[in-house]
């Protein structure tokens, strides 16, 4: 799609900053509640939201900013932030009229920098809770030129549920989302029916679902997941070009994508590959 609105440019990457003025975004971000959603702290709403009893898939995760990326966030938070406030959104407008996928836990932000650049005619909506992620990504962005990405910081299923419109998604990523390995803390994984009950309103037709993971038991819910959905098509049923073997041992047929070429290899990636783990990639579209 060609869009015919105008795209602000990033602000040109300065030097570091020797002090951060109370109201700049990056204090404002380190200032906030461990786990708070929203830099532009306070606001009653969004307190109102974080501070709902649910089960929350993600650990709050504030960190220490380096310099660089503190002067990134406060050159550019202004204009490519924005805060998981409640505020109705409209991604066409967010956007200048790009079709518009949503990134949900982009950790540094190195893939979805890469990805923005690879193909400038997608936006990105990026979503966090890592302050110093934020501060990282707005850095990298800086760096290649890209312009298709908007930083979000706080709760994904405030997002979704909020301030979303039905059919505003070309896409969904969801990169190594944390497994939670524990039997006991698999309630609080992200891809689970409940999630896809706020994702799939959200998606336009032909949208495309992109989950990958090392993990192999949290693939193996998200497969089961997301083959549960009829409003979804397994683009892999038989595991099309992959080395999977024919049958898992359960007798199912394998729904496990070959890796994208076009998916850089994350940070989390590479730490599995590491450990001996195998990495799933599970491509869907919705009808």
Request: charged share 20%; with cysteine.
């Amino acid at each position: 799609m060609t869009s015919t609105a105008s795209t602000p440019q990033l602000p040109a990457q300065g030097g570091r900053p020797t002090s951060r003025p109370a109201n700049s975004p990056s204090a404002r971000l380190s200032a906030a509640p461990a786990g708070y959603p929203a830099p532009m702290y306070p606001h009653r709403a969004t307190e109102e939201q974080h501070n709902e009893r649910r089960i929350r898939s993600f650990q709050p995760r504030r960190g220490r900013m380096t310099p660089a990326q503190a002067g990134a966030l406060d050159r550019g938070w202004e204009r490519w932030g924005l805060a998981i406030d409640g505020t109705p959104l409209s991604p066409p407008e967010l956007f200048g009229g790009l079709p518009v996928t949503l990134e949900i836990g982009f950790g540094m932000g190195e893939t979805t920098a890469a990805m923005a650049a690879a193909d400038p005619t997608m936006g990105i909506l990026a979503v966090d809770v890592h302050t110093p992620g934020h501060g990282n990504l707005l850095s990298l962005l800086e760096k290649n030129g890209a312009q298709n990405v908007r930083l979000a910081a706080g709760d994904a299923v405030i997002l979704l549920r909020d301030m979303l419109p039905d059919s505003c998604l070309a896409g969904l990523r969801v990169y190594f989302a944390d497994p939670w390995p524990k039997p006991k803390h698999h309630k609080r994984r992200l891809v689970q029916p409940s999630f896809l009950d706020l994702v799939l309103p959200r998606l336009a037709p032909g949208a495309l679902v992109h989950c990958a993971t090392d993990w192999e038991p949290y693939a193996e819910q998200m497969l089961d997941v997301l083959s549960a959905r009829p409003e979804l098509v397994n683009l892999h049923p038989e595991g099309d070009g992959s080395d999977w073997p024919e049958e898992r041992a359960d007798g199912g047929v394998p729904g496990y994508a070959p890796r994208p070429d076009w998916r850089p290899v994350t940070k989390f990636e590479r730490a599995g590959l590491a450990k001996g783990h195998v990495v799933h990639d599970l491509l869907f579209r919705r009808r």
